[in-house]
């Protein structure tokens, strides 16, 4: 059995930039950013990348990479990497976006180093700090209440004003980056369970994990990073990464 392995959903059809994936950043294509990033990470026993269009899979075996073709009819990314995983002998299954060219590696071994500490955690994700006010009041910014323990109690695109903390005199919320890590027997436990009223008000599946009783552990990140939705995130990304080779 393997330990870990980490998944790229990578969906060619986004409806709010199309073939966002393949668009060209700092002279390769996003997808080859998140891969050669994911690659680095230590704790890794391999990596593939789980696509639904020939264009993406050609694309990544130009560049060296793994990838899999996957049914263009799954809804979520969750649902791709059961379809990966089925048949693979692995305990920790790493979700990594497809669209997240500046991941950081450090952060996918600490997701898998957390799991390997406590082995009653099924589900982890990862957290960082801002100050920003318009990412507070952005819909497409998911905040996150956590607990003592380090484990979420709410995720809601909403600004909430319980996540508005006083930190050094500065107010501070948790944001969420969209990278998860869970144990393969919890990740079928979780396709198998019925959407949530949360999770559809709110548009965010992993409000289904914690309406069925489940735990998702936190791990807090400095490391910045881009979610390439926009064409504007996509000049955003392209500053980030100047500014990393300058």
């Given at each position: 059995m393997m330990e870990a392995i980490g998944v790229i959903p990578a969906r060619y059809g986004s409806t709010r930039f199309e073939g966002k994936v393949l668009k060209e950043l700092c002279g390769k294509p996003v997808i080859q950013h998140?891969?050669?990033?994911?690659?680095?990470?230590?704790?890794?026993?391999?990596?593939?990348?789980?696509?639904?269009d020939d264009r993406i899979i050609q694309k990544v075996e130009a560049f060296g990479g793994k990838a899999v073709f996957t049914s263009k009819f799954h809804s979520t990314g969750t649902d791709r990497l059961t379809e990966v995983v089925n048949q693979i002998d692995v305990r920790i299954v790493v979700n990594i976006q497809g669209d997240e060219?500046?991941?950081?590696?450090?952060?996918?071994?600490g997701l898998i180093h957390t799991m390997q500490n406590d082995r009653e955690i099924v589900?982890?994700?990862?957290?960082?700090?801002?100050?920003?006010?318009e990412e507070f009041r952005s819909p497409d910014v998911v905040k996150v209440v956590i607990d003592m323990n380090e484990y979420a109690l709410y995720f809601s695109r909403s600004p909430l004003p319980a996540l508005w903390q006083s930190d050094n005199q500065e107010d501070v919320f948790y944001k969420h980056i969209g990278l998860y890590a869970y144990t393969k027997d919890f990740?079928?436990?979780?396709?198998?369970?019925?959407?949530?009223?949360?999770?559809?008000?709110?548009?965010?599946?992993?409000?289904?994990a914690l309406e069925h009783g489940y735990r998702i552990?936190?791990?807090?990140?400095?490391?910045?990073?881009?979610g390439i939705d926009t064409p504007e995130d996509l000049e955003r990304a392209k500053v980030l990464l100047e500014k990393e080779t300058a």
């Open positions: 998140v891969y050669e990033r994911a690659k680095k990470a230590k704790m890794l026993d391999d990596l593939v990348v789980a696509a639904d060219p500046l991941i950081d590696p450090m952060v996918i071994d589900m982890a994700t990862v957290v960082k700090k801002s100050r920003s006010p990740l079928f436990t979780f396709k198998k369970l019925p959407a949530s009223y949360l999770e559809t008000h709110e548009r965010l599946e992993q409000l289904r552990k936190t791990i807090e990140t400095a490391s910045e990073t881009v």
